[in-house]
């Protein structure tokens, strides 16, 4: 039987300290340390943790914080729970059994996946090059949240959203417009564009539905220069957003349903005007299908560059415009494509460049990835507000983008500014005296999200349907 003390309602009689005869003396109640609360560890989690321990503690153990100055989320917020360093910290803390994904996947949307935190960190700096080691914060949190989406922990914004594209095959991207697979090439009205050839232009949802003036841009261009191509016969979503929200399995859907059309066409080439599109089909394709991708990826700012260079553009049309470039996270900081679009800019005669040291782009961000503007609309329009105030500050009254999800926030951050938000290949069709036509979105529509109606996604604006 448990002896108890007088008053002390069952607890248990504390031993005297041998010696002296009395009772130790209790520690601080903030010194006391409990055990360890180890979670339920299914095979899903423990095959998680013992892929990613290592990346992980590559940062933990560092001890650097160089990337929290370069991380946008950072910038704006100075939550210290979201810095890439926290995002590492919190795989070891799973480790060790003091933390489940469930208590930590909300912190996991804090993140643009841009990658500048991957170019600043020290192991990358100065030992990527001896021990070819790249420290790997993006595709750590992409694998964080494929892990919450596979263990039933859902954001309700990106869930609604990936709900949408499933029903849709497309991305729900605007109020007003149309989205579905009937009109995924509503954009190319009048351009007299075939479906199918060896060479295919693939136009992401938000440039086919919203930023139409993009795609023409390109098709036009393409077709000045002598390029043939076609489009798909049945193009869904490329199946990146989803892939970066976590909801991995139908972003390889995707992938296989474009692969199959692709290959069923006789695809062997095809061409992306957008950033997201040209990291999903160079980086998720290959580790979905392996050797079996064999499709040629390319650029269309590289070609447009190259075909400049060639003689088979030669911009000729004065455009009066005082510039600078915003360089989208997924070419420079991700792909080091920061060249090409800058040779675009310097052959379209009229323009006053005010470039900056390329290096520095590093810490710039419209904010309008990792799908961010779906779950957290208010943070990607701080992020895209400091980078026009960084643009204001060059005394421009343009900002040229190459990526049509960068150029909806930053369009909204620049109507403060009275700066003109264009995309490269519009303004490269305008000196080669090109009417593109088509539209270049309407700044307030949607500050991320899907419009905000039907889809009841946390984005505002008009009535998705």
């Excluded at 036009?220 to 490329?238: D, K, P």
């Excluded at 990146?240 to 929200?245: K, S, T, V």
């Excluded at 911009?315 to 420079?332: F, G, K, M």
């Amino acid at each position: 039987m448990t002896e108890t003390r007088p008053g002390g309602h069952g607890a248990p009689h504390r031993p005297t300290t041998p010696g002296t005869g009395e009772a130790p003396i209790d520690p601080p109640e903030e010194l006391v340390v409990a055990p360890p609360r180890i979670p339920v560890r299914d095979e899903r989690t423990r095959a998680f943790v013992e892929e990613w321990r290592n990346a992980s503690y590559n940062c933990y153990s560092s001890g650097h914080k160089f990337c929290r100055e370069v991380c946008p989320v950072m910038q704006v917020t100075r939550n210290e729970s979201w810095t890439p360093t926290a995002f590492h910290a919190n795989v070891v803390a799973m480790e060790k059994g003091e933390l489940d994904v469930a208590d930590i996947a909300a912190d996991y949307v804090n993140c643009t996946q841009c990658g500048a935190c991957e170019l600043r960190c020290p192991n990358t700096l100065f030992t990527g090059d001896f021990y070819r080691f790249r420290t790997r914060t993006v595709d750590v949190v992409k694998a964080v949240r494929a892990l919450a989406v596979d263990s039933g922990v859902h954001q309700p914004g990106w869930q609604r959203w990936n709900l949408r594209t499933d029903e849709r095959t497309h991305e729900p991207v605007l109020g007003d417009t149309p989205v579905s697979q009937e009109h995924v090439r509503d954009w190319a009205d009048g351009l007299d564009l075939p479906v199918g050839g060896e060479t295919i232009l693939f136009v992401d949802c938000e440039a086919a539905f919203y930023r139409t003036a993009v795609p023409r841009a390109v098709a036009q261009l393409l077709t000045a220069a002598g390029v043939e191509f076609g489009l798909m016969g049945e193009q869904w979503c490329c199946g990146g957003p989803a892939a970066e929200m976590g909801y991995r399995a139908q972003a390889e859907r995707f992938a296989r349903h474009n692969l199959d059309d692709w290959r069923a066409g006789g695809v062997k080439r095809v061409l992306v005007l957008d950033p997201h599109d040209y990291i999903t089909f160079t980086e998720d394709y290959p580790a979905y299908f392996g050797a079996d991708f064999d499709i040629e990826v390319v650029l269309v700012v590289e070609l447009l560059a190259e075909l400049i260079r060639d003689g088979r553009l030669t911009p000729s049309v004065p455009v009066e415009r005082t510039i600078t470039y915003h360089d989208p996270c997924r070419l420079n900081k991700r792909k080091g494509v920061w060249a090409e679009p800058r040779e675009i800019l310097r052959a379209i005669p009229g323009l006053v460049f005010n470039d900056v040291d390329r290096v520095t782009q590093w810490s710039y961000c419209s904010g309008g990835g990792g799908g961010l503007p779906v779950e957290k609309p208010e943070l990607t329009a701080a992020i895209s507000a400091r980078r026009l105030d960084q643009a204001a500050a060059l005394e421009v009254d343009t900002l040229v983008s190459a990526c049509p999800w960068s150029e909806r926030p930053l369009s909204e951050a620049g109507e403060a500014r009275a700066i003109d938000v264009v995309d490269i290949h519009e303004l490269l069709a305008e000196s080669l005296g090109i009417t593109v036509g088509g539209s270049r979105g309407a700044a307030g529509d949607r500050t991320g999200g899907c419009g905000g109606g039907s889809c009841g996604c946390a984005g505002t604006g008009g009535a998705d349907r």
